[in-house]
């Protein structure tokens, strides 16, 4: 039956009654709608008093994606002279002199660490990567990404005080155009909580990501939850321009969509 029903009645329905934060209590959906009203309000009075955001990214042998996407759109964003990156890279070892080639197309700031210590984890080098970083903001975004022009705007607008950003990214497909459109991809609604803005402070506060979670997956959403837990606002608002280029993954949906792309059904 479910099944029937359209994808713009069935979301409203399941965020406000099966979204996992309302295990923690109906005070999430208050928080929630203050958070909708937050991000209603900045897109029409968008902040005029920016201050700088540090970019944070955790890679590893994942450089060719970040030379060719992630950069080039960082350097396009506005204010450049509010942006810092700042890149904990655990041993790469797919493109030497990474720096270098960053430094080539990036004139802002840089912090660039790379060691090969401990085994590369997502919640390791980010967290690694925030520690590095001197923002008051920061933007925590993997390396497989193009990011909004607009990006300083609204990590500005969407976190002041306990406000927490978790932008819904769209996936792309295999073998299809590197932009938005109905046909190239899909929003990652249900899950997909692993970018996020904050202010530094806070994020240092809860801790960070979980650093026992050493394999793909779940550090975001225990994040997630933890700001929840904390009795945060947490705004979500789907970013067209905020994309995810393919890449071999691990997670089976995605290893099935891949499956399906190369057989011409997507």
Same mark, same amino acid.
């Given at each position: 039956?479910?099944? +029937?029903?359209?994808?713009?009645?069935?979301?409203?329905?399941?965020?406000?009654?099966?979204?996992?934060?309302?295990?923690?209590? +109906?005070?999430?959906?208050?928080?929630?709608?203050?958070?909708?009203?937050?991000?209603?309000?900045?897109?029409?009075?968008?902040?005029?008093?920016?201050?700088?955001?540090?970019? $944070?990214?955790?890679?590893?042998?994942?450089?060719?994606?970040?030379?060719?996407?992630?950069?080039?759109?960082?350097?396009? $964003?506005?204010?450049?002279?509010?942006?810092?990156?700042?890149?904990?890279?655990?041993?790469?070892?797919? #493109?030497?002199?990474?720096?270098?080639?960053?430094?080539?197309?990036?004139?802002?700031?840089?912090?660039?660490?790379?060691?090969?210590?401990?085994?590369?984890?997502?919640?390791?080098?980010? &967290? !690694?990567?925030?520690?590095?970083?001197?923002?008051?903001?920061?933007?925590?975004?993997?390396?497989?990404?193009? =990011?909004?022009?607009?990006?300083?705007?609204?990590?500005?607008?969407?976190?002041? &005080?306990?406000?927490?950003?978790?932008?819904?990214?769209?996936?792309?497909?295999? &073998?299809?155009?590197?932009?938005?459109?109905?046909? &190239?991809?899909?929003?990652?609604?249900?899950?997909?909580?692993?970018?996020?803005?904050?202010?530094?402070?806070?994020?240092?506060?809860?801790?960070?990501?979980?650093?026992?979670?050493?394999? +793909?997956?779940?550090?975001?959403?225990?994040?997630?939850? !933890?700001?929840?837990?904390?009795?945060?606002? #947490?705004?979500?608002?789907? @970013?067209?321009?905020? =994309?995810?280029?393919?890449?071999?993954?691990?997670?089976?949906?995605?290893?099935?969509? @891949?499956?399906?792309?190369?057989?011409?059904?997507?």
């Amino acid at each position: 039956m479910k099944n +029937w029903v359209p994808q713009f009645i069935k979301f409203p329905l399941w965020w406000i009654f099966k979204s996992p934060q309302r295990k923690l209590g +109906w005070f999430t959906l208050k928080n929630d709608i203050l958070g909708l009203g937050i991000y209603l309000k900045n897109m029409v009075f968008p902040p005029k008093n920016l201050v700088s955001i540090s970019v $944070c990214v955790g890679i590893y042998n994942r450089s060719e994606q970040f030379l060719t996407y992630f950069i080039p759109s960082l350097v396009l $964003c506005e204010h450049q002279e509010l942006i810092e990156l700042s890149i904990f890279d655990c041993g790469s070892t797919d #493109i030497p002199d990474l720096e270098r080639r960053i430094k080539e197309v990036f004139k802002g700031k840089l912090i660039f660490k790379s060691s090969s210590e401990k085994p590369f984890s997502r919640a390791y080098t980010f &967290n !690694k990567s925030v520690q590095q970083a001197t923002g008051p903001i920061v933007f925590l975004c993997d390396a497989d990404f193009s =990011l909004p022009m607009d990006l300083v705007q609204k990590c500005n607008g969407f976190t002041s &005080n306990n406000t927490f950003w978790f932008p819904i990214v769209f996936y792309l497909y295999k &073998n299809k155009p590197n932009k938005y459109g109905s046909k &190239n991809g899909e929003w990652m609604i249900w899950g997909g909580k692993g970018l996020l803005a904050c202010s530094r402070f806070l994020y240092l506060k809860l801790g960070g990501l979980d650093e026992s979670f050493t394999v +793909w997956g779940g550090e975001d959403e225990a994040f997630w939850l !933890k700001c929840h837990a904390a009795n945060s606002i #947490i705004i979500r608002s789907r @970013e067209k321009s905020l =994309l995810h280029h393919w890449h071999p993954s691990l997670n089976p949906k995605y290893k099935k969509l @891949e499956e399906l792309s190369d057989n011409g059904l997507l």
